[in-house]
């Protein structure tokens, strides 16, 4: 079950992402999408969408499996109890929170109802809008929108619910593949308990989307390093990452990130001669959409509003900076989660419960810490070189940073263990 | 080993019912909207569309100028909400356009500080079109 679980959240994912591409190059190019014509390429997608779930090199038979039947079933309810309190919350706040609406909502509508003058969305007077965020999250919305016919804040909540189900789904299955079922489903309900990924998630931002590609990419590289080096999982964790990449700003991080850890760590036990062939695959996977997020930002998307080079080089000399972010970095992670029980205590909880054992492969590499770490070196490195005031927006924007890693940071604390027992037995 | 798996198990899913129940709290339960509502707004702003070009720019007059509206939460949060609902219109409260949205909260305000113009329709509650005179 969680082998089709895990496929069918890979095939997903990464169709929604390439869905949400189209949709953009589309709306560049002709003043009206036509609904059935767009029904048309989504019927296509989910073809493509089945083939590339049928051609996943997932195994079917894993290391044995004890059987965990009432575990899964109180992880199902929890689901369901989960998704009814995010159909509350989608039901009292309809339209999710102010950057939803005013930020990926907005610019959905700009694709939606602005004919051959969505471009508009980058004036100048809509400089508070954020117009250059990539599109991912309101192309997609503006596809479901086209296909309905018509406007409705379903398809918003559907998408945002979509998003952060798939997450818990591709997490539970990931680490239940890999390891077992105990194991994901304790993951699984572990994020479900993060009150900041839930309320995340239901307020129909961006984060979740993009944390849900962060752990995509990371799990296809564990597969690519389990799987005997299968250059599909490698070729669909670059389209993955340039995914991330198409949905926040900080996915473009993520992209450096994961090309440089990559390079750094995993490649590092194996042959040289394998490296260039490994980037090239994974650029393969990465070029087409990264091309497209690149154009959006160089050529139609306004400069960001953080980066500037007056003043540059007083903030990256102010050491006051450095120490005013690293303490909020600190008592941020401390107290995630809070003021309701720490999902840090349930991560020990976590550990203890489904903690490592025998397994028959051992060919991990340890590639996701040091890649969650990148990640946060390099958001401390955006917050001292940001022209914006310091203190508000480290207080509007870190929670929402760690919700971002907190999926992947599960999964490779799974993987931790399993290493851990590679070396032990 | 053992009790200390059944501890660590009943640790993980209490941590997990007690945030979920907790979000629950936040969450509230289901509830009518009121007119303070961004659906219920947007909706009346759609009303205001009916009358306005599909694109280009409009002007817009709030309780504030347009300085100072990054200062006062409701009066940006009016503008934004406005932008909103009317998107792929342009609204620049720094244009000046023949066509206006007066947002106010007062209507009396509203009244004594668009002397210069002429209500084409007044939607209640602080909100109209206007057009400026020409002399």
Redesign the interface.
């Known amino acids: 079950m969680f082998r089709r679980c895990l496929g069918a959240c890979i095939a997903f994912g990464l169709c929604c992402g390439v869905l949400s591409c189209t949709f953009f190059l589309w709306r560049s190019v002709a003043r009206n999408i036509s609904s059935a014509a767009l029904w048309l390429v989504l019927a296509g997608y989910t073809a493509l969408a089945m083939v590339v779930y049928r051609k996943l090199p997932l195994e079917s038979t894993r290391p044995p499996i004890g059987s965990r039947r009432i575990l899964s079933i109180?992880f199902l309810l929890?689901c369901c109890?989960?998704a009814w309190?995010f159909f509350?919350?989608s039901?009292?706040y309809?339209?999710g929170a102010w950057d939803a609406?005013?930020i990926w909502?907005?610019h959905a509508?700009?694709l939606f109802?602005?004919?051959d003058?969505?471009f508009?969305?980058f004036?100048r007077?809509?400089y508070?809008?954020h117009p250059d965020y990539p599109l991912l999250l309101p192309s997609l919305i503006a596809v479901g929108w086209t296909l309905a016919g018509k406007e409705t804040?379903l398809i918003p909540v559907m998408v945002s619910f979509v998003f952060t189900f798939a997450t818990v789904g591709l997490l539970t299955s990931s680490v239940s593949y890999l390891w077992n079922d105990r194991r994901g489903i304790?993951a699984g309900?572990?994020l479900?308990?993060?009150?900041d990924f839930?309320?995340n998630g239901s307020s129909q931002l961006a984060d979740v989307p993009l944390g849900f590609f962060i752990l995509l990419t990371t799990v296809l590289l564990y597969l690519y390093d389990e799987r005997d080096s299968n250059t599909m999982l490698l070729l669909l964790a670059g389209t993955s990452a340039a995914l991330a990449a198409w949905t926040k700003n900080e996915g473009l991080l993520f992209v450096l990130a994961a090309i440089v850890v990559r390079l750094l760590v995993s490649a590092g036990p194996k042959p040289v001669s394998i490296i260039p062939r490994e980037l090239c695959t994974f650029a393969y996977g990465l070029l087409p959409i990264l091309a497209l997020t690149l154009t959006f930002k160089f050529w139609l998307a306004p400069p960001n509003d953080i980066f500037s080079f007056v003043g540059l080089g007083e903030r990256l000399k102010d050491s006051g900076r450095y120490a005013q972010i690293g303490r909020h970095f600190l008592k941020e992670m401390a107290v995630f989660?809070a003021p309701?029980?720490?999902?840090f205590?349930?991560l020990?909880?976590?550990l203890?419960?489904a903690p490592a054992g025998k397994r028959s492969r051992t060919s991990f590499p340890q590639s996701g810490f040091p890649l969650l770490t990148f990640m946060l070196a390099g958001y401390f490195f955006v917050y001292v070189i940001s022209v914006q005031n310091l203190q508000w927006q480290l207080t509007n924007s870190f929670s929402r940073l760690i919700v971002q890693l907190w999926p992947t940071f599960l999964f490779c604390t799974a993987c931790a263990d399993i290493r851990r027992s590679r070396h032990s037995g | 080993m053992g009790k200390l798996r059944t501890l660590s198990l009943a640790v993980l899913i209490i941590v997990t019912l007690v945030n979920l129940l907790d979000q629950k709290r936040l969450t509230g339960p289901l509830y009518k909207q009121t007119a303070d509502d961004l659906a219920v707004y947007d909706l009346r702003l759609q009303e205001l569309r009916a009358f306005l070009p599909r694109e280009g720019v409009i002007g817009y007059l709030s309780d504030t100028t347009p300085a100072g509206m990054e200062a006062g939460q409701d009066v940006l949060q009016k503008f934004y909400r406005a932008q909103y609902a009317l998107a792929p219109l342009i609204i620049n409260p720094e244009a000046h356009t023949d066509l206006v949205i007066a947002n106010y909260s007062d209507p009396s305000l509203a009244r004594m500080r668009t002397k210069g113009f002429v209500v084409i329709k007044d939607f209640g509650g602080g909100l109209a079109l206007l057009q400026k005179k020409t002399s």
């Open positions: 109180a929890v109890y989960a309190l509350i919350r039901w009292n309809p339209q609406w005013a909502n907005l509508r700009f109802r602005g004919g003058q969505w508009q969305m004036s007077p809509l508070w809008t804040i304790a309900l572990l479900l308990a993060t009150p839930f309320l989660g309701r029980l720490s999902p205590c349930g020990i909880a976590y203890v419960y």
